[in-house]
């Protein structure tokens, strides 16, 4: 945890040019000017002792100069990673009461991240609530105050009180509108609770606040799916391939099916198709290859199907896929394809009785390998299911020899 300030001259010049506020003692405002002077220039030994001085001073508890001393004293101890020094000035200056309620819920954010970070959780809430107690109806007019709701949903959410973090966090939002940490902690906890209608508003904003993270527009996407807004869930993730967020395997694959699902199988080929040219995805992993074949298939580019299929075939054997190819190139009247196909099934001892057998013989008959055909066809005749699709072929086969000679 890092506290940082670029200029302390901040700190204490808000108050004192304000009508309505506090004002500093004059001497107190000068010395404060000259230590800001000091620390810019890298002083920091004289800085420190100019602070020292002022807060030595024998001060009433109230005192609004006090109160400033202290809190500029404690952000510059942050600001050198002196944590506990600086914890203890700034608990002084807010226990000095001399800030209005409406003037210091910046401190009061930062000392409630101090407890957090001295993993004093329960009292950084307790600290943050008897603030909140304090302000009551006051709260829609005090500057930051979306900041105090923001820090009391993150310590909610570490004690996993996750009913408790969400109404502060949408109070946090209400009050102060977009940021990203607020809104990650709104959306985890809304996908967590099942609150998809929410959800949905929150991965739409980290998307329209944040429009070059790969992970928002996933997570937009994943809530459109569960909603069954298909074409959303589709359009999201084609931006994101748009802009070029996505870069891993999974992310095409995942593009590629929501292509499928949603009707767009040549899309889903060419995606597939271009991302194993470049070895994007695995052009050896065969479950790849099968759902490039897929794709092509339901985009009617059978003869690509095809390809696909040899190549996942050529990567390791698989029966299922075999079997597969012999269908696709049939129905491709790739005939040579499909007898290549059943040779290497054969080799392979595969069970080619009924379907593929038929399928066998009628490409064949269609390469005028007549001989062969009418021999696995004459063994088919008595096949259950087949039988009468084999004889009838056998006859056309027979009518053809006939006038063939």
Do not use: C
């Not at 302000?135 to 709701?149: A, D, F, L, M, Q």
């Amino acid at each position: 945890m890092k506290l940082v300030l670029t200029t302390f001259l901040i700190i204490f010049l808000s108050f004192y040019s304000r009508g309505d506020a506090p004002t500093l003692n004059q001497w107190v405002y000068y010395e404060l000017v000259r230590f800001d002077t000091r620390f810019e220039q890298g002083d920091l030994k004289e800085a420190e002792e100019i602070l020292f001085g002022l807060y030595e001073q024998n001060w009433r508890r109230d005192s609004y100069d006090k109160a400033v001393i202290a809190r500029t004293f404690g952000f510059y101890l942050i600001q050198q990673e002196r944590y506990d020094e600086g914890f203890e000035k700034l608990l002084v200056s807010y226990e000095t009461g001399a800030f209005p309620l409406e003037e210091q819920a910046r401190l009061v954010v930062t000392i409630s991240q101090l407890y957090a970070f001295k993993k004093q959780l329960e009292k950084s809430i307790i600290f943050l609530e008897d603030y909140l107690s304090e302000v009551g109806k006051r709260v829609s007019k005090i500057p930051n105050i979306g900041e105090v709701y923001g820090m009391l949903a993150l310590a909610y959410a570490q004690k996993e009180d996750f009913d408790t973090a969400y109404k502060h966090i949408a109070s946090a939002v209400k009050y102060s509108g977009f940021r990203e940490d607020w809104y990650k902690l709104k959306f985890a906890i809304e996908y967590t609770k099942g609150l998809y209608l929410e959800a949905q508003e929150s991965a739409f904003m980290l998307v329209k606040f944040k429009p070059d993270v790969k992970r928002y527009y996933i997570q937009l996407s994943a809530i459109y799916n569960i909603l069954e807004k298909n074409d959303l869930a589709l359009a999201t993730l084609e931006v994101s391939y748009l802009k070029n967020l996505l870069d891993k395997p999974d992310d095409f694959l995942n593009l590629s099916n929501f292509y499928l699902y949603n009707q767009n199988p040549a899309n889903s080929a060419q995606l597939l198709e271009e991302k194993l040219d470049k070895g994007e995805i695995d052009a050896t992993d065969n479950a790849n290859l099968k759902l490039l074949s897929d794709a092509w298939l339901y985009a009617k580019d059978r003869s690509k199907s095809v390809v696909a299929l040899e190549k996942a075939i050529d990567n390791e054997y698989d029966e299922e896929l075999l079997i597969q190819l012999i269908d696709v190139a049939f129905f491709s009247f790739m005939w040579e394809k499909v007898i290549s196909a059943y040779d290497l099934a054969k080799q392979n001892k595969i069970d080619t009785t009924g379907k593929i057998d038929l399928i066998y013989a009628i490409s064949n008959i269609e390469l005028r390998n007549y001989t062969k055909a009418l021999t696995l066809l004459k063994t088919m005749t008595e096949h259950e299911t087949y039988g009468d699709q084999a004889t009838s072929w056998m006859e056309y086969l027979n009518t053809i020899i006939e006038f063939s000679n």
